[in-house]
């Protein structure tokens, strides 16, 4: 049996709480702002207005969101994390991935930026179906995160520059999609980088419902 997202929770939070100043600091590679510049055209083409951001962080790509026009919404597990948001001016909350409190089909679109990795293959499928829940019908996901090529496995990462180590589940390719396919129609996958900085950008859309 392998780990459980209940188990590795405690440890994650403490990593990113004392990691939250030095992470609120550092700019964001090229790459990244045109995955959610991408997204948020995707976004807006569908006349999408409310995005929530889950393992949001110190709050940086909500901001842009916010800034952007939407109507933005930001969890992070880590108190600290959140705080940051709040700094920012963002509606935050302290939450984890298996406890969204939010009303069902309340969002036209989440986002999750290398979040989702930390959580094991065990509680996936879990996370994934709070996820779609909460989208309306034709909603759609941003589900991006590193993995593939090198990266595989579960467990502690080695070289972690947190503290403690943080757990993460590496996935290949065709792995990752199958597990948004159980759910979710696939809009896009693409990989950016290589080696250990090889990200898996995933796309996907609840299905509208049958007959509207």
Known sequence: MGARYDEVIGSLRTAYDSGAERRDGVGKQGWKLAERAAFLDLVRSEGGRRLLEIGAGTGQDSLYFKESGLD??????????????????????????????????????????????????????????????????????????????????????DGDDHEPPRFFSFRGDEELQEFGRRLFEVVDFHVVGAGKQRFQSLTLRRPARVGA
């Open 72 to 157: 933005v919404v930001a969890v992070d597990l880590s108190p600290a994390m959140v705080a940051r948001c709040r700094e920012k001016g963002l509606e935050a909350f302290v939450m984890d991935f298996l406890h969204l409190d939010f009303a069902p089909e309340s969002f036209d679109a989440v986002y999750a930026m290398n979040c989702l990795l930390h959580v094991p293959d065990s509680d996936l499928p879990a996370v994934l179906e709070a996820v779609r829940g909460l989208l309306r019908p034709g909603g759609v996901f941003f589900f991006g995160v590193y993995g593939g090529g090198v990266l595989l496995g579960e467990g502690p990462y």
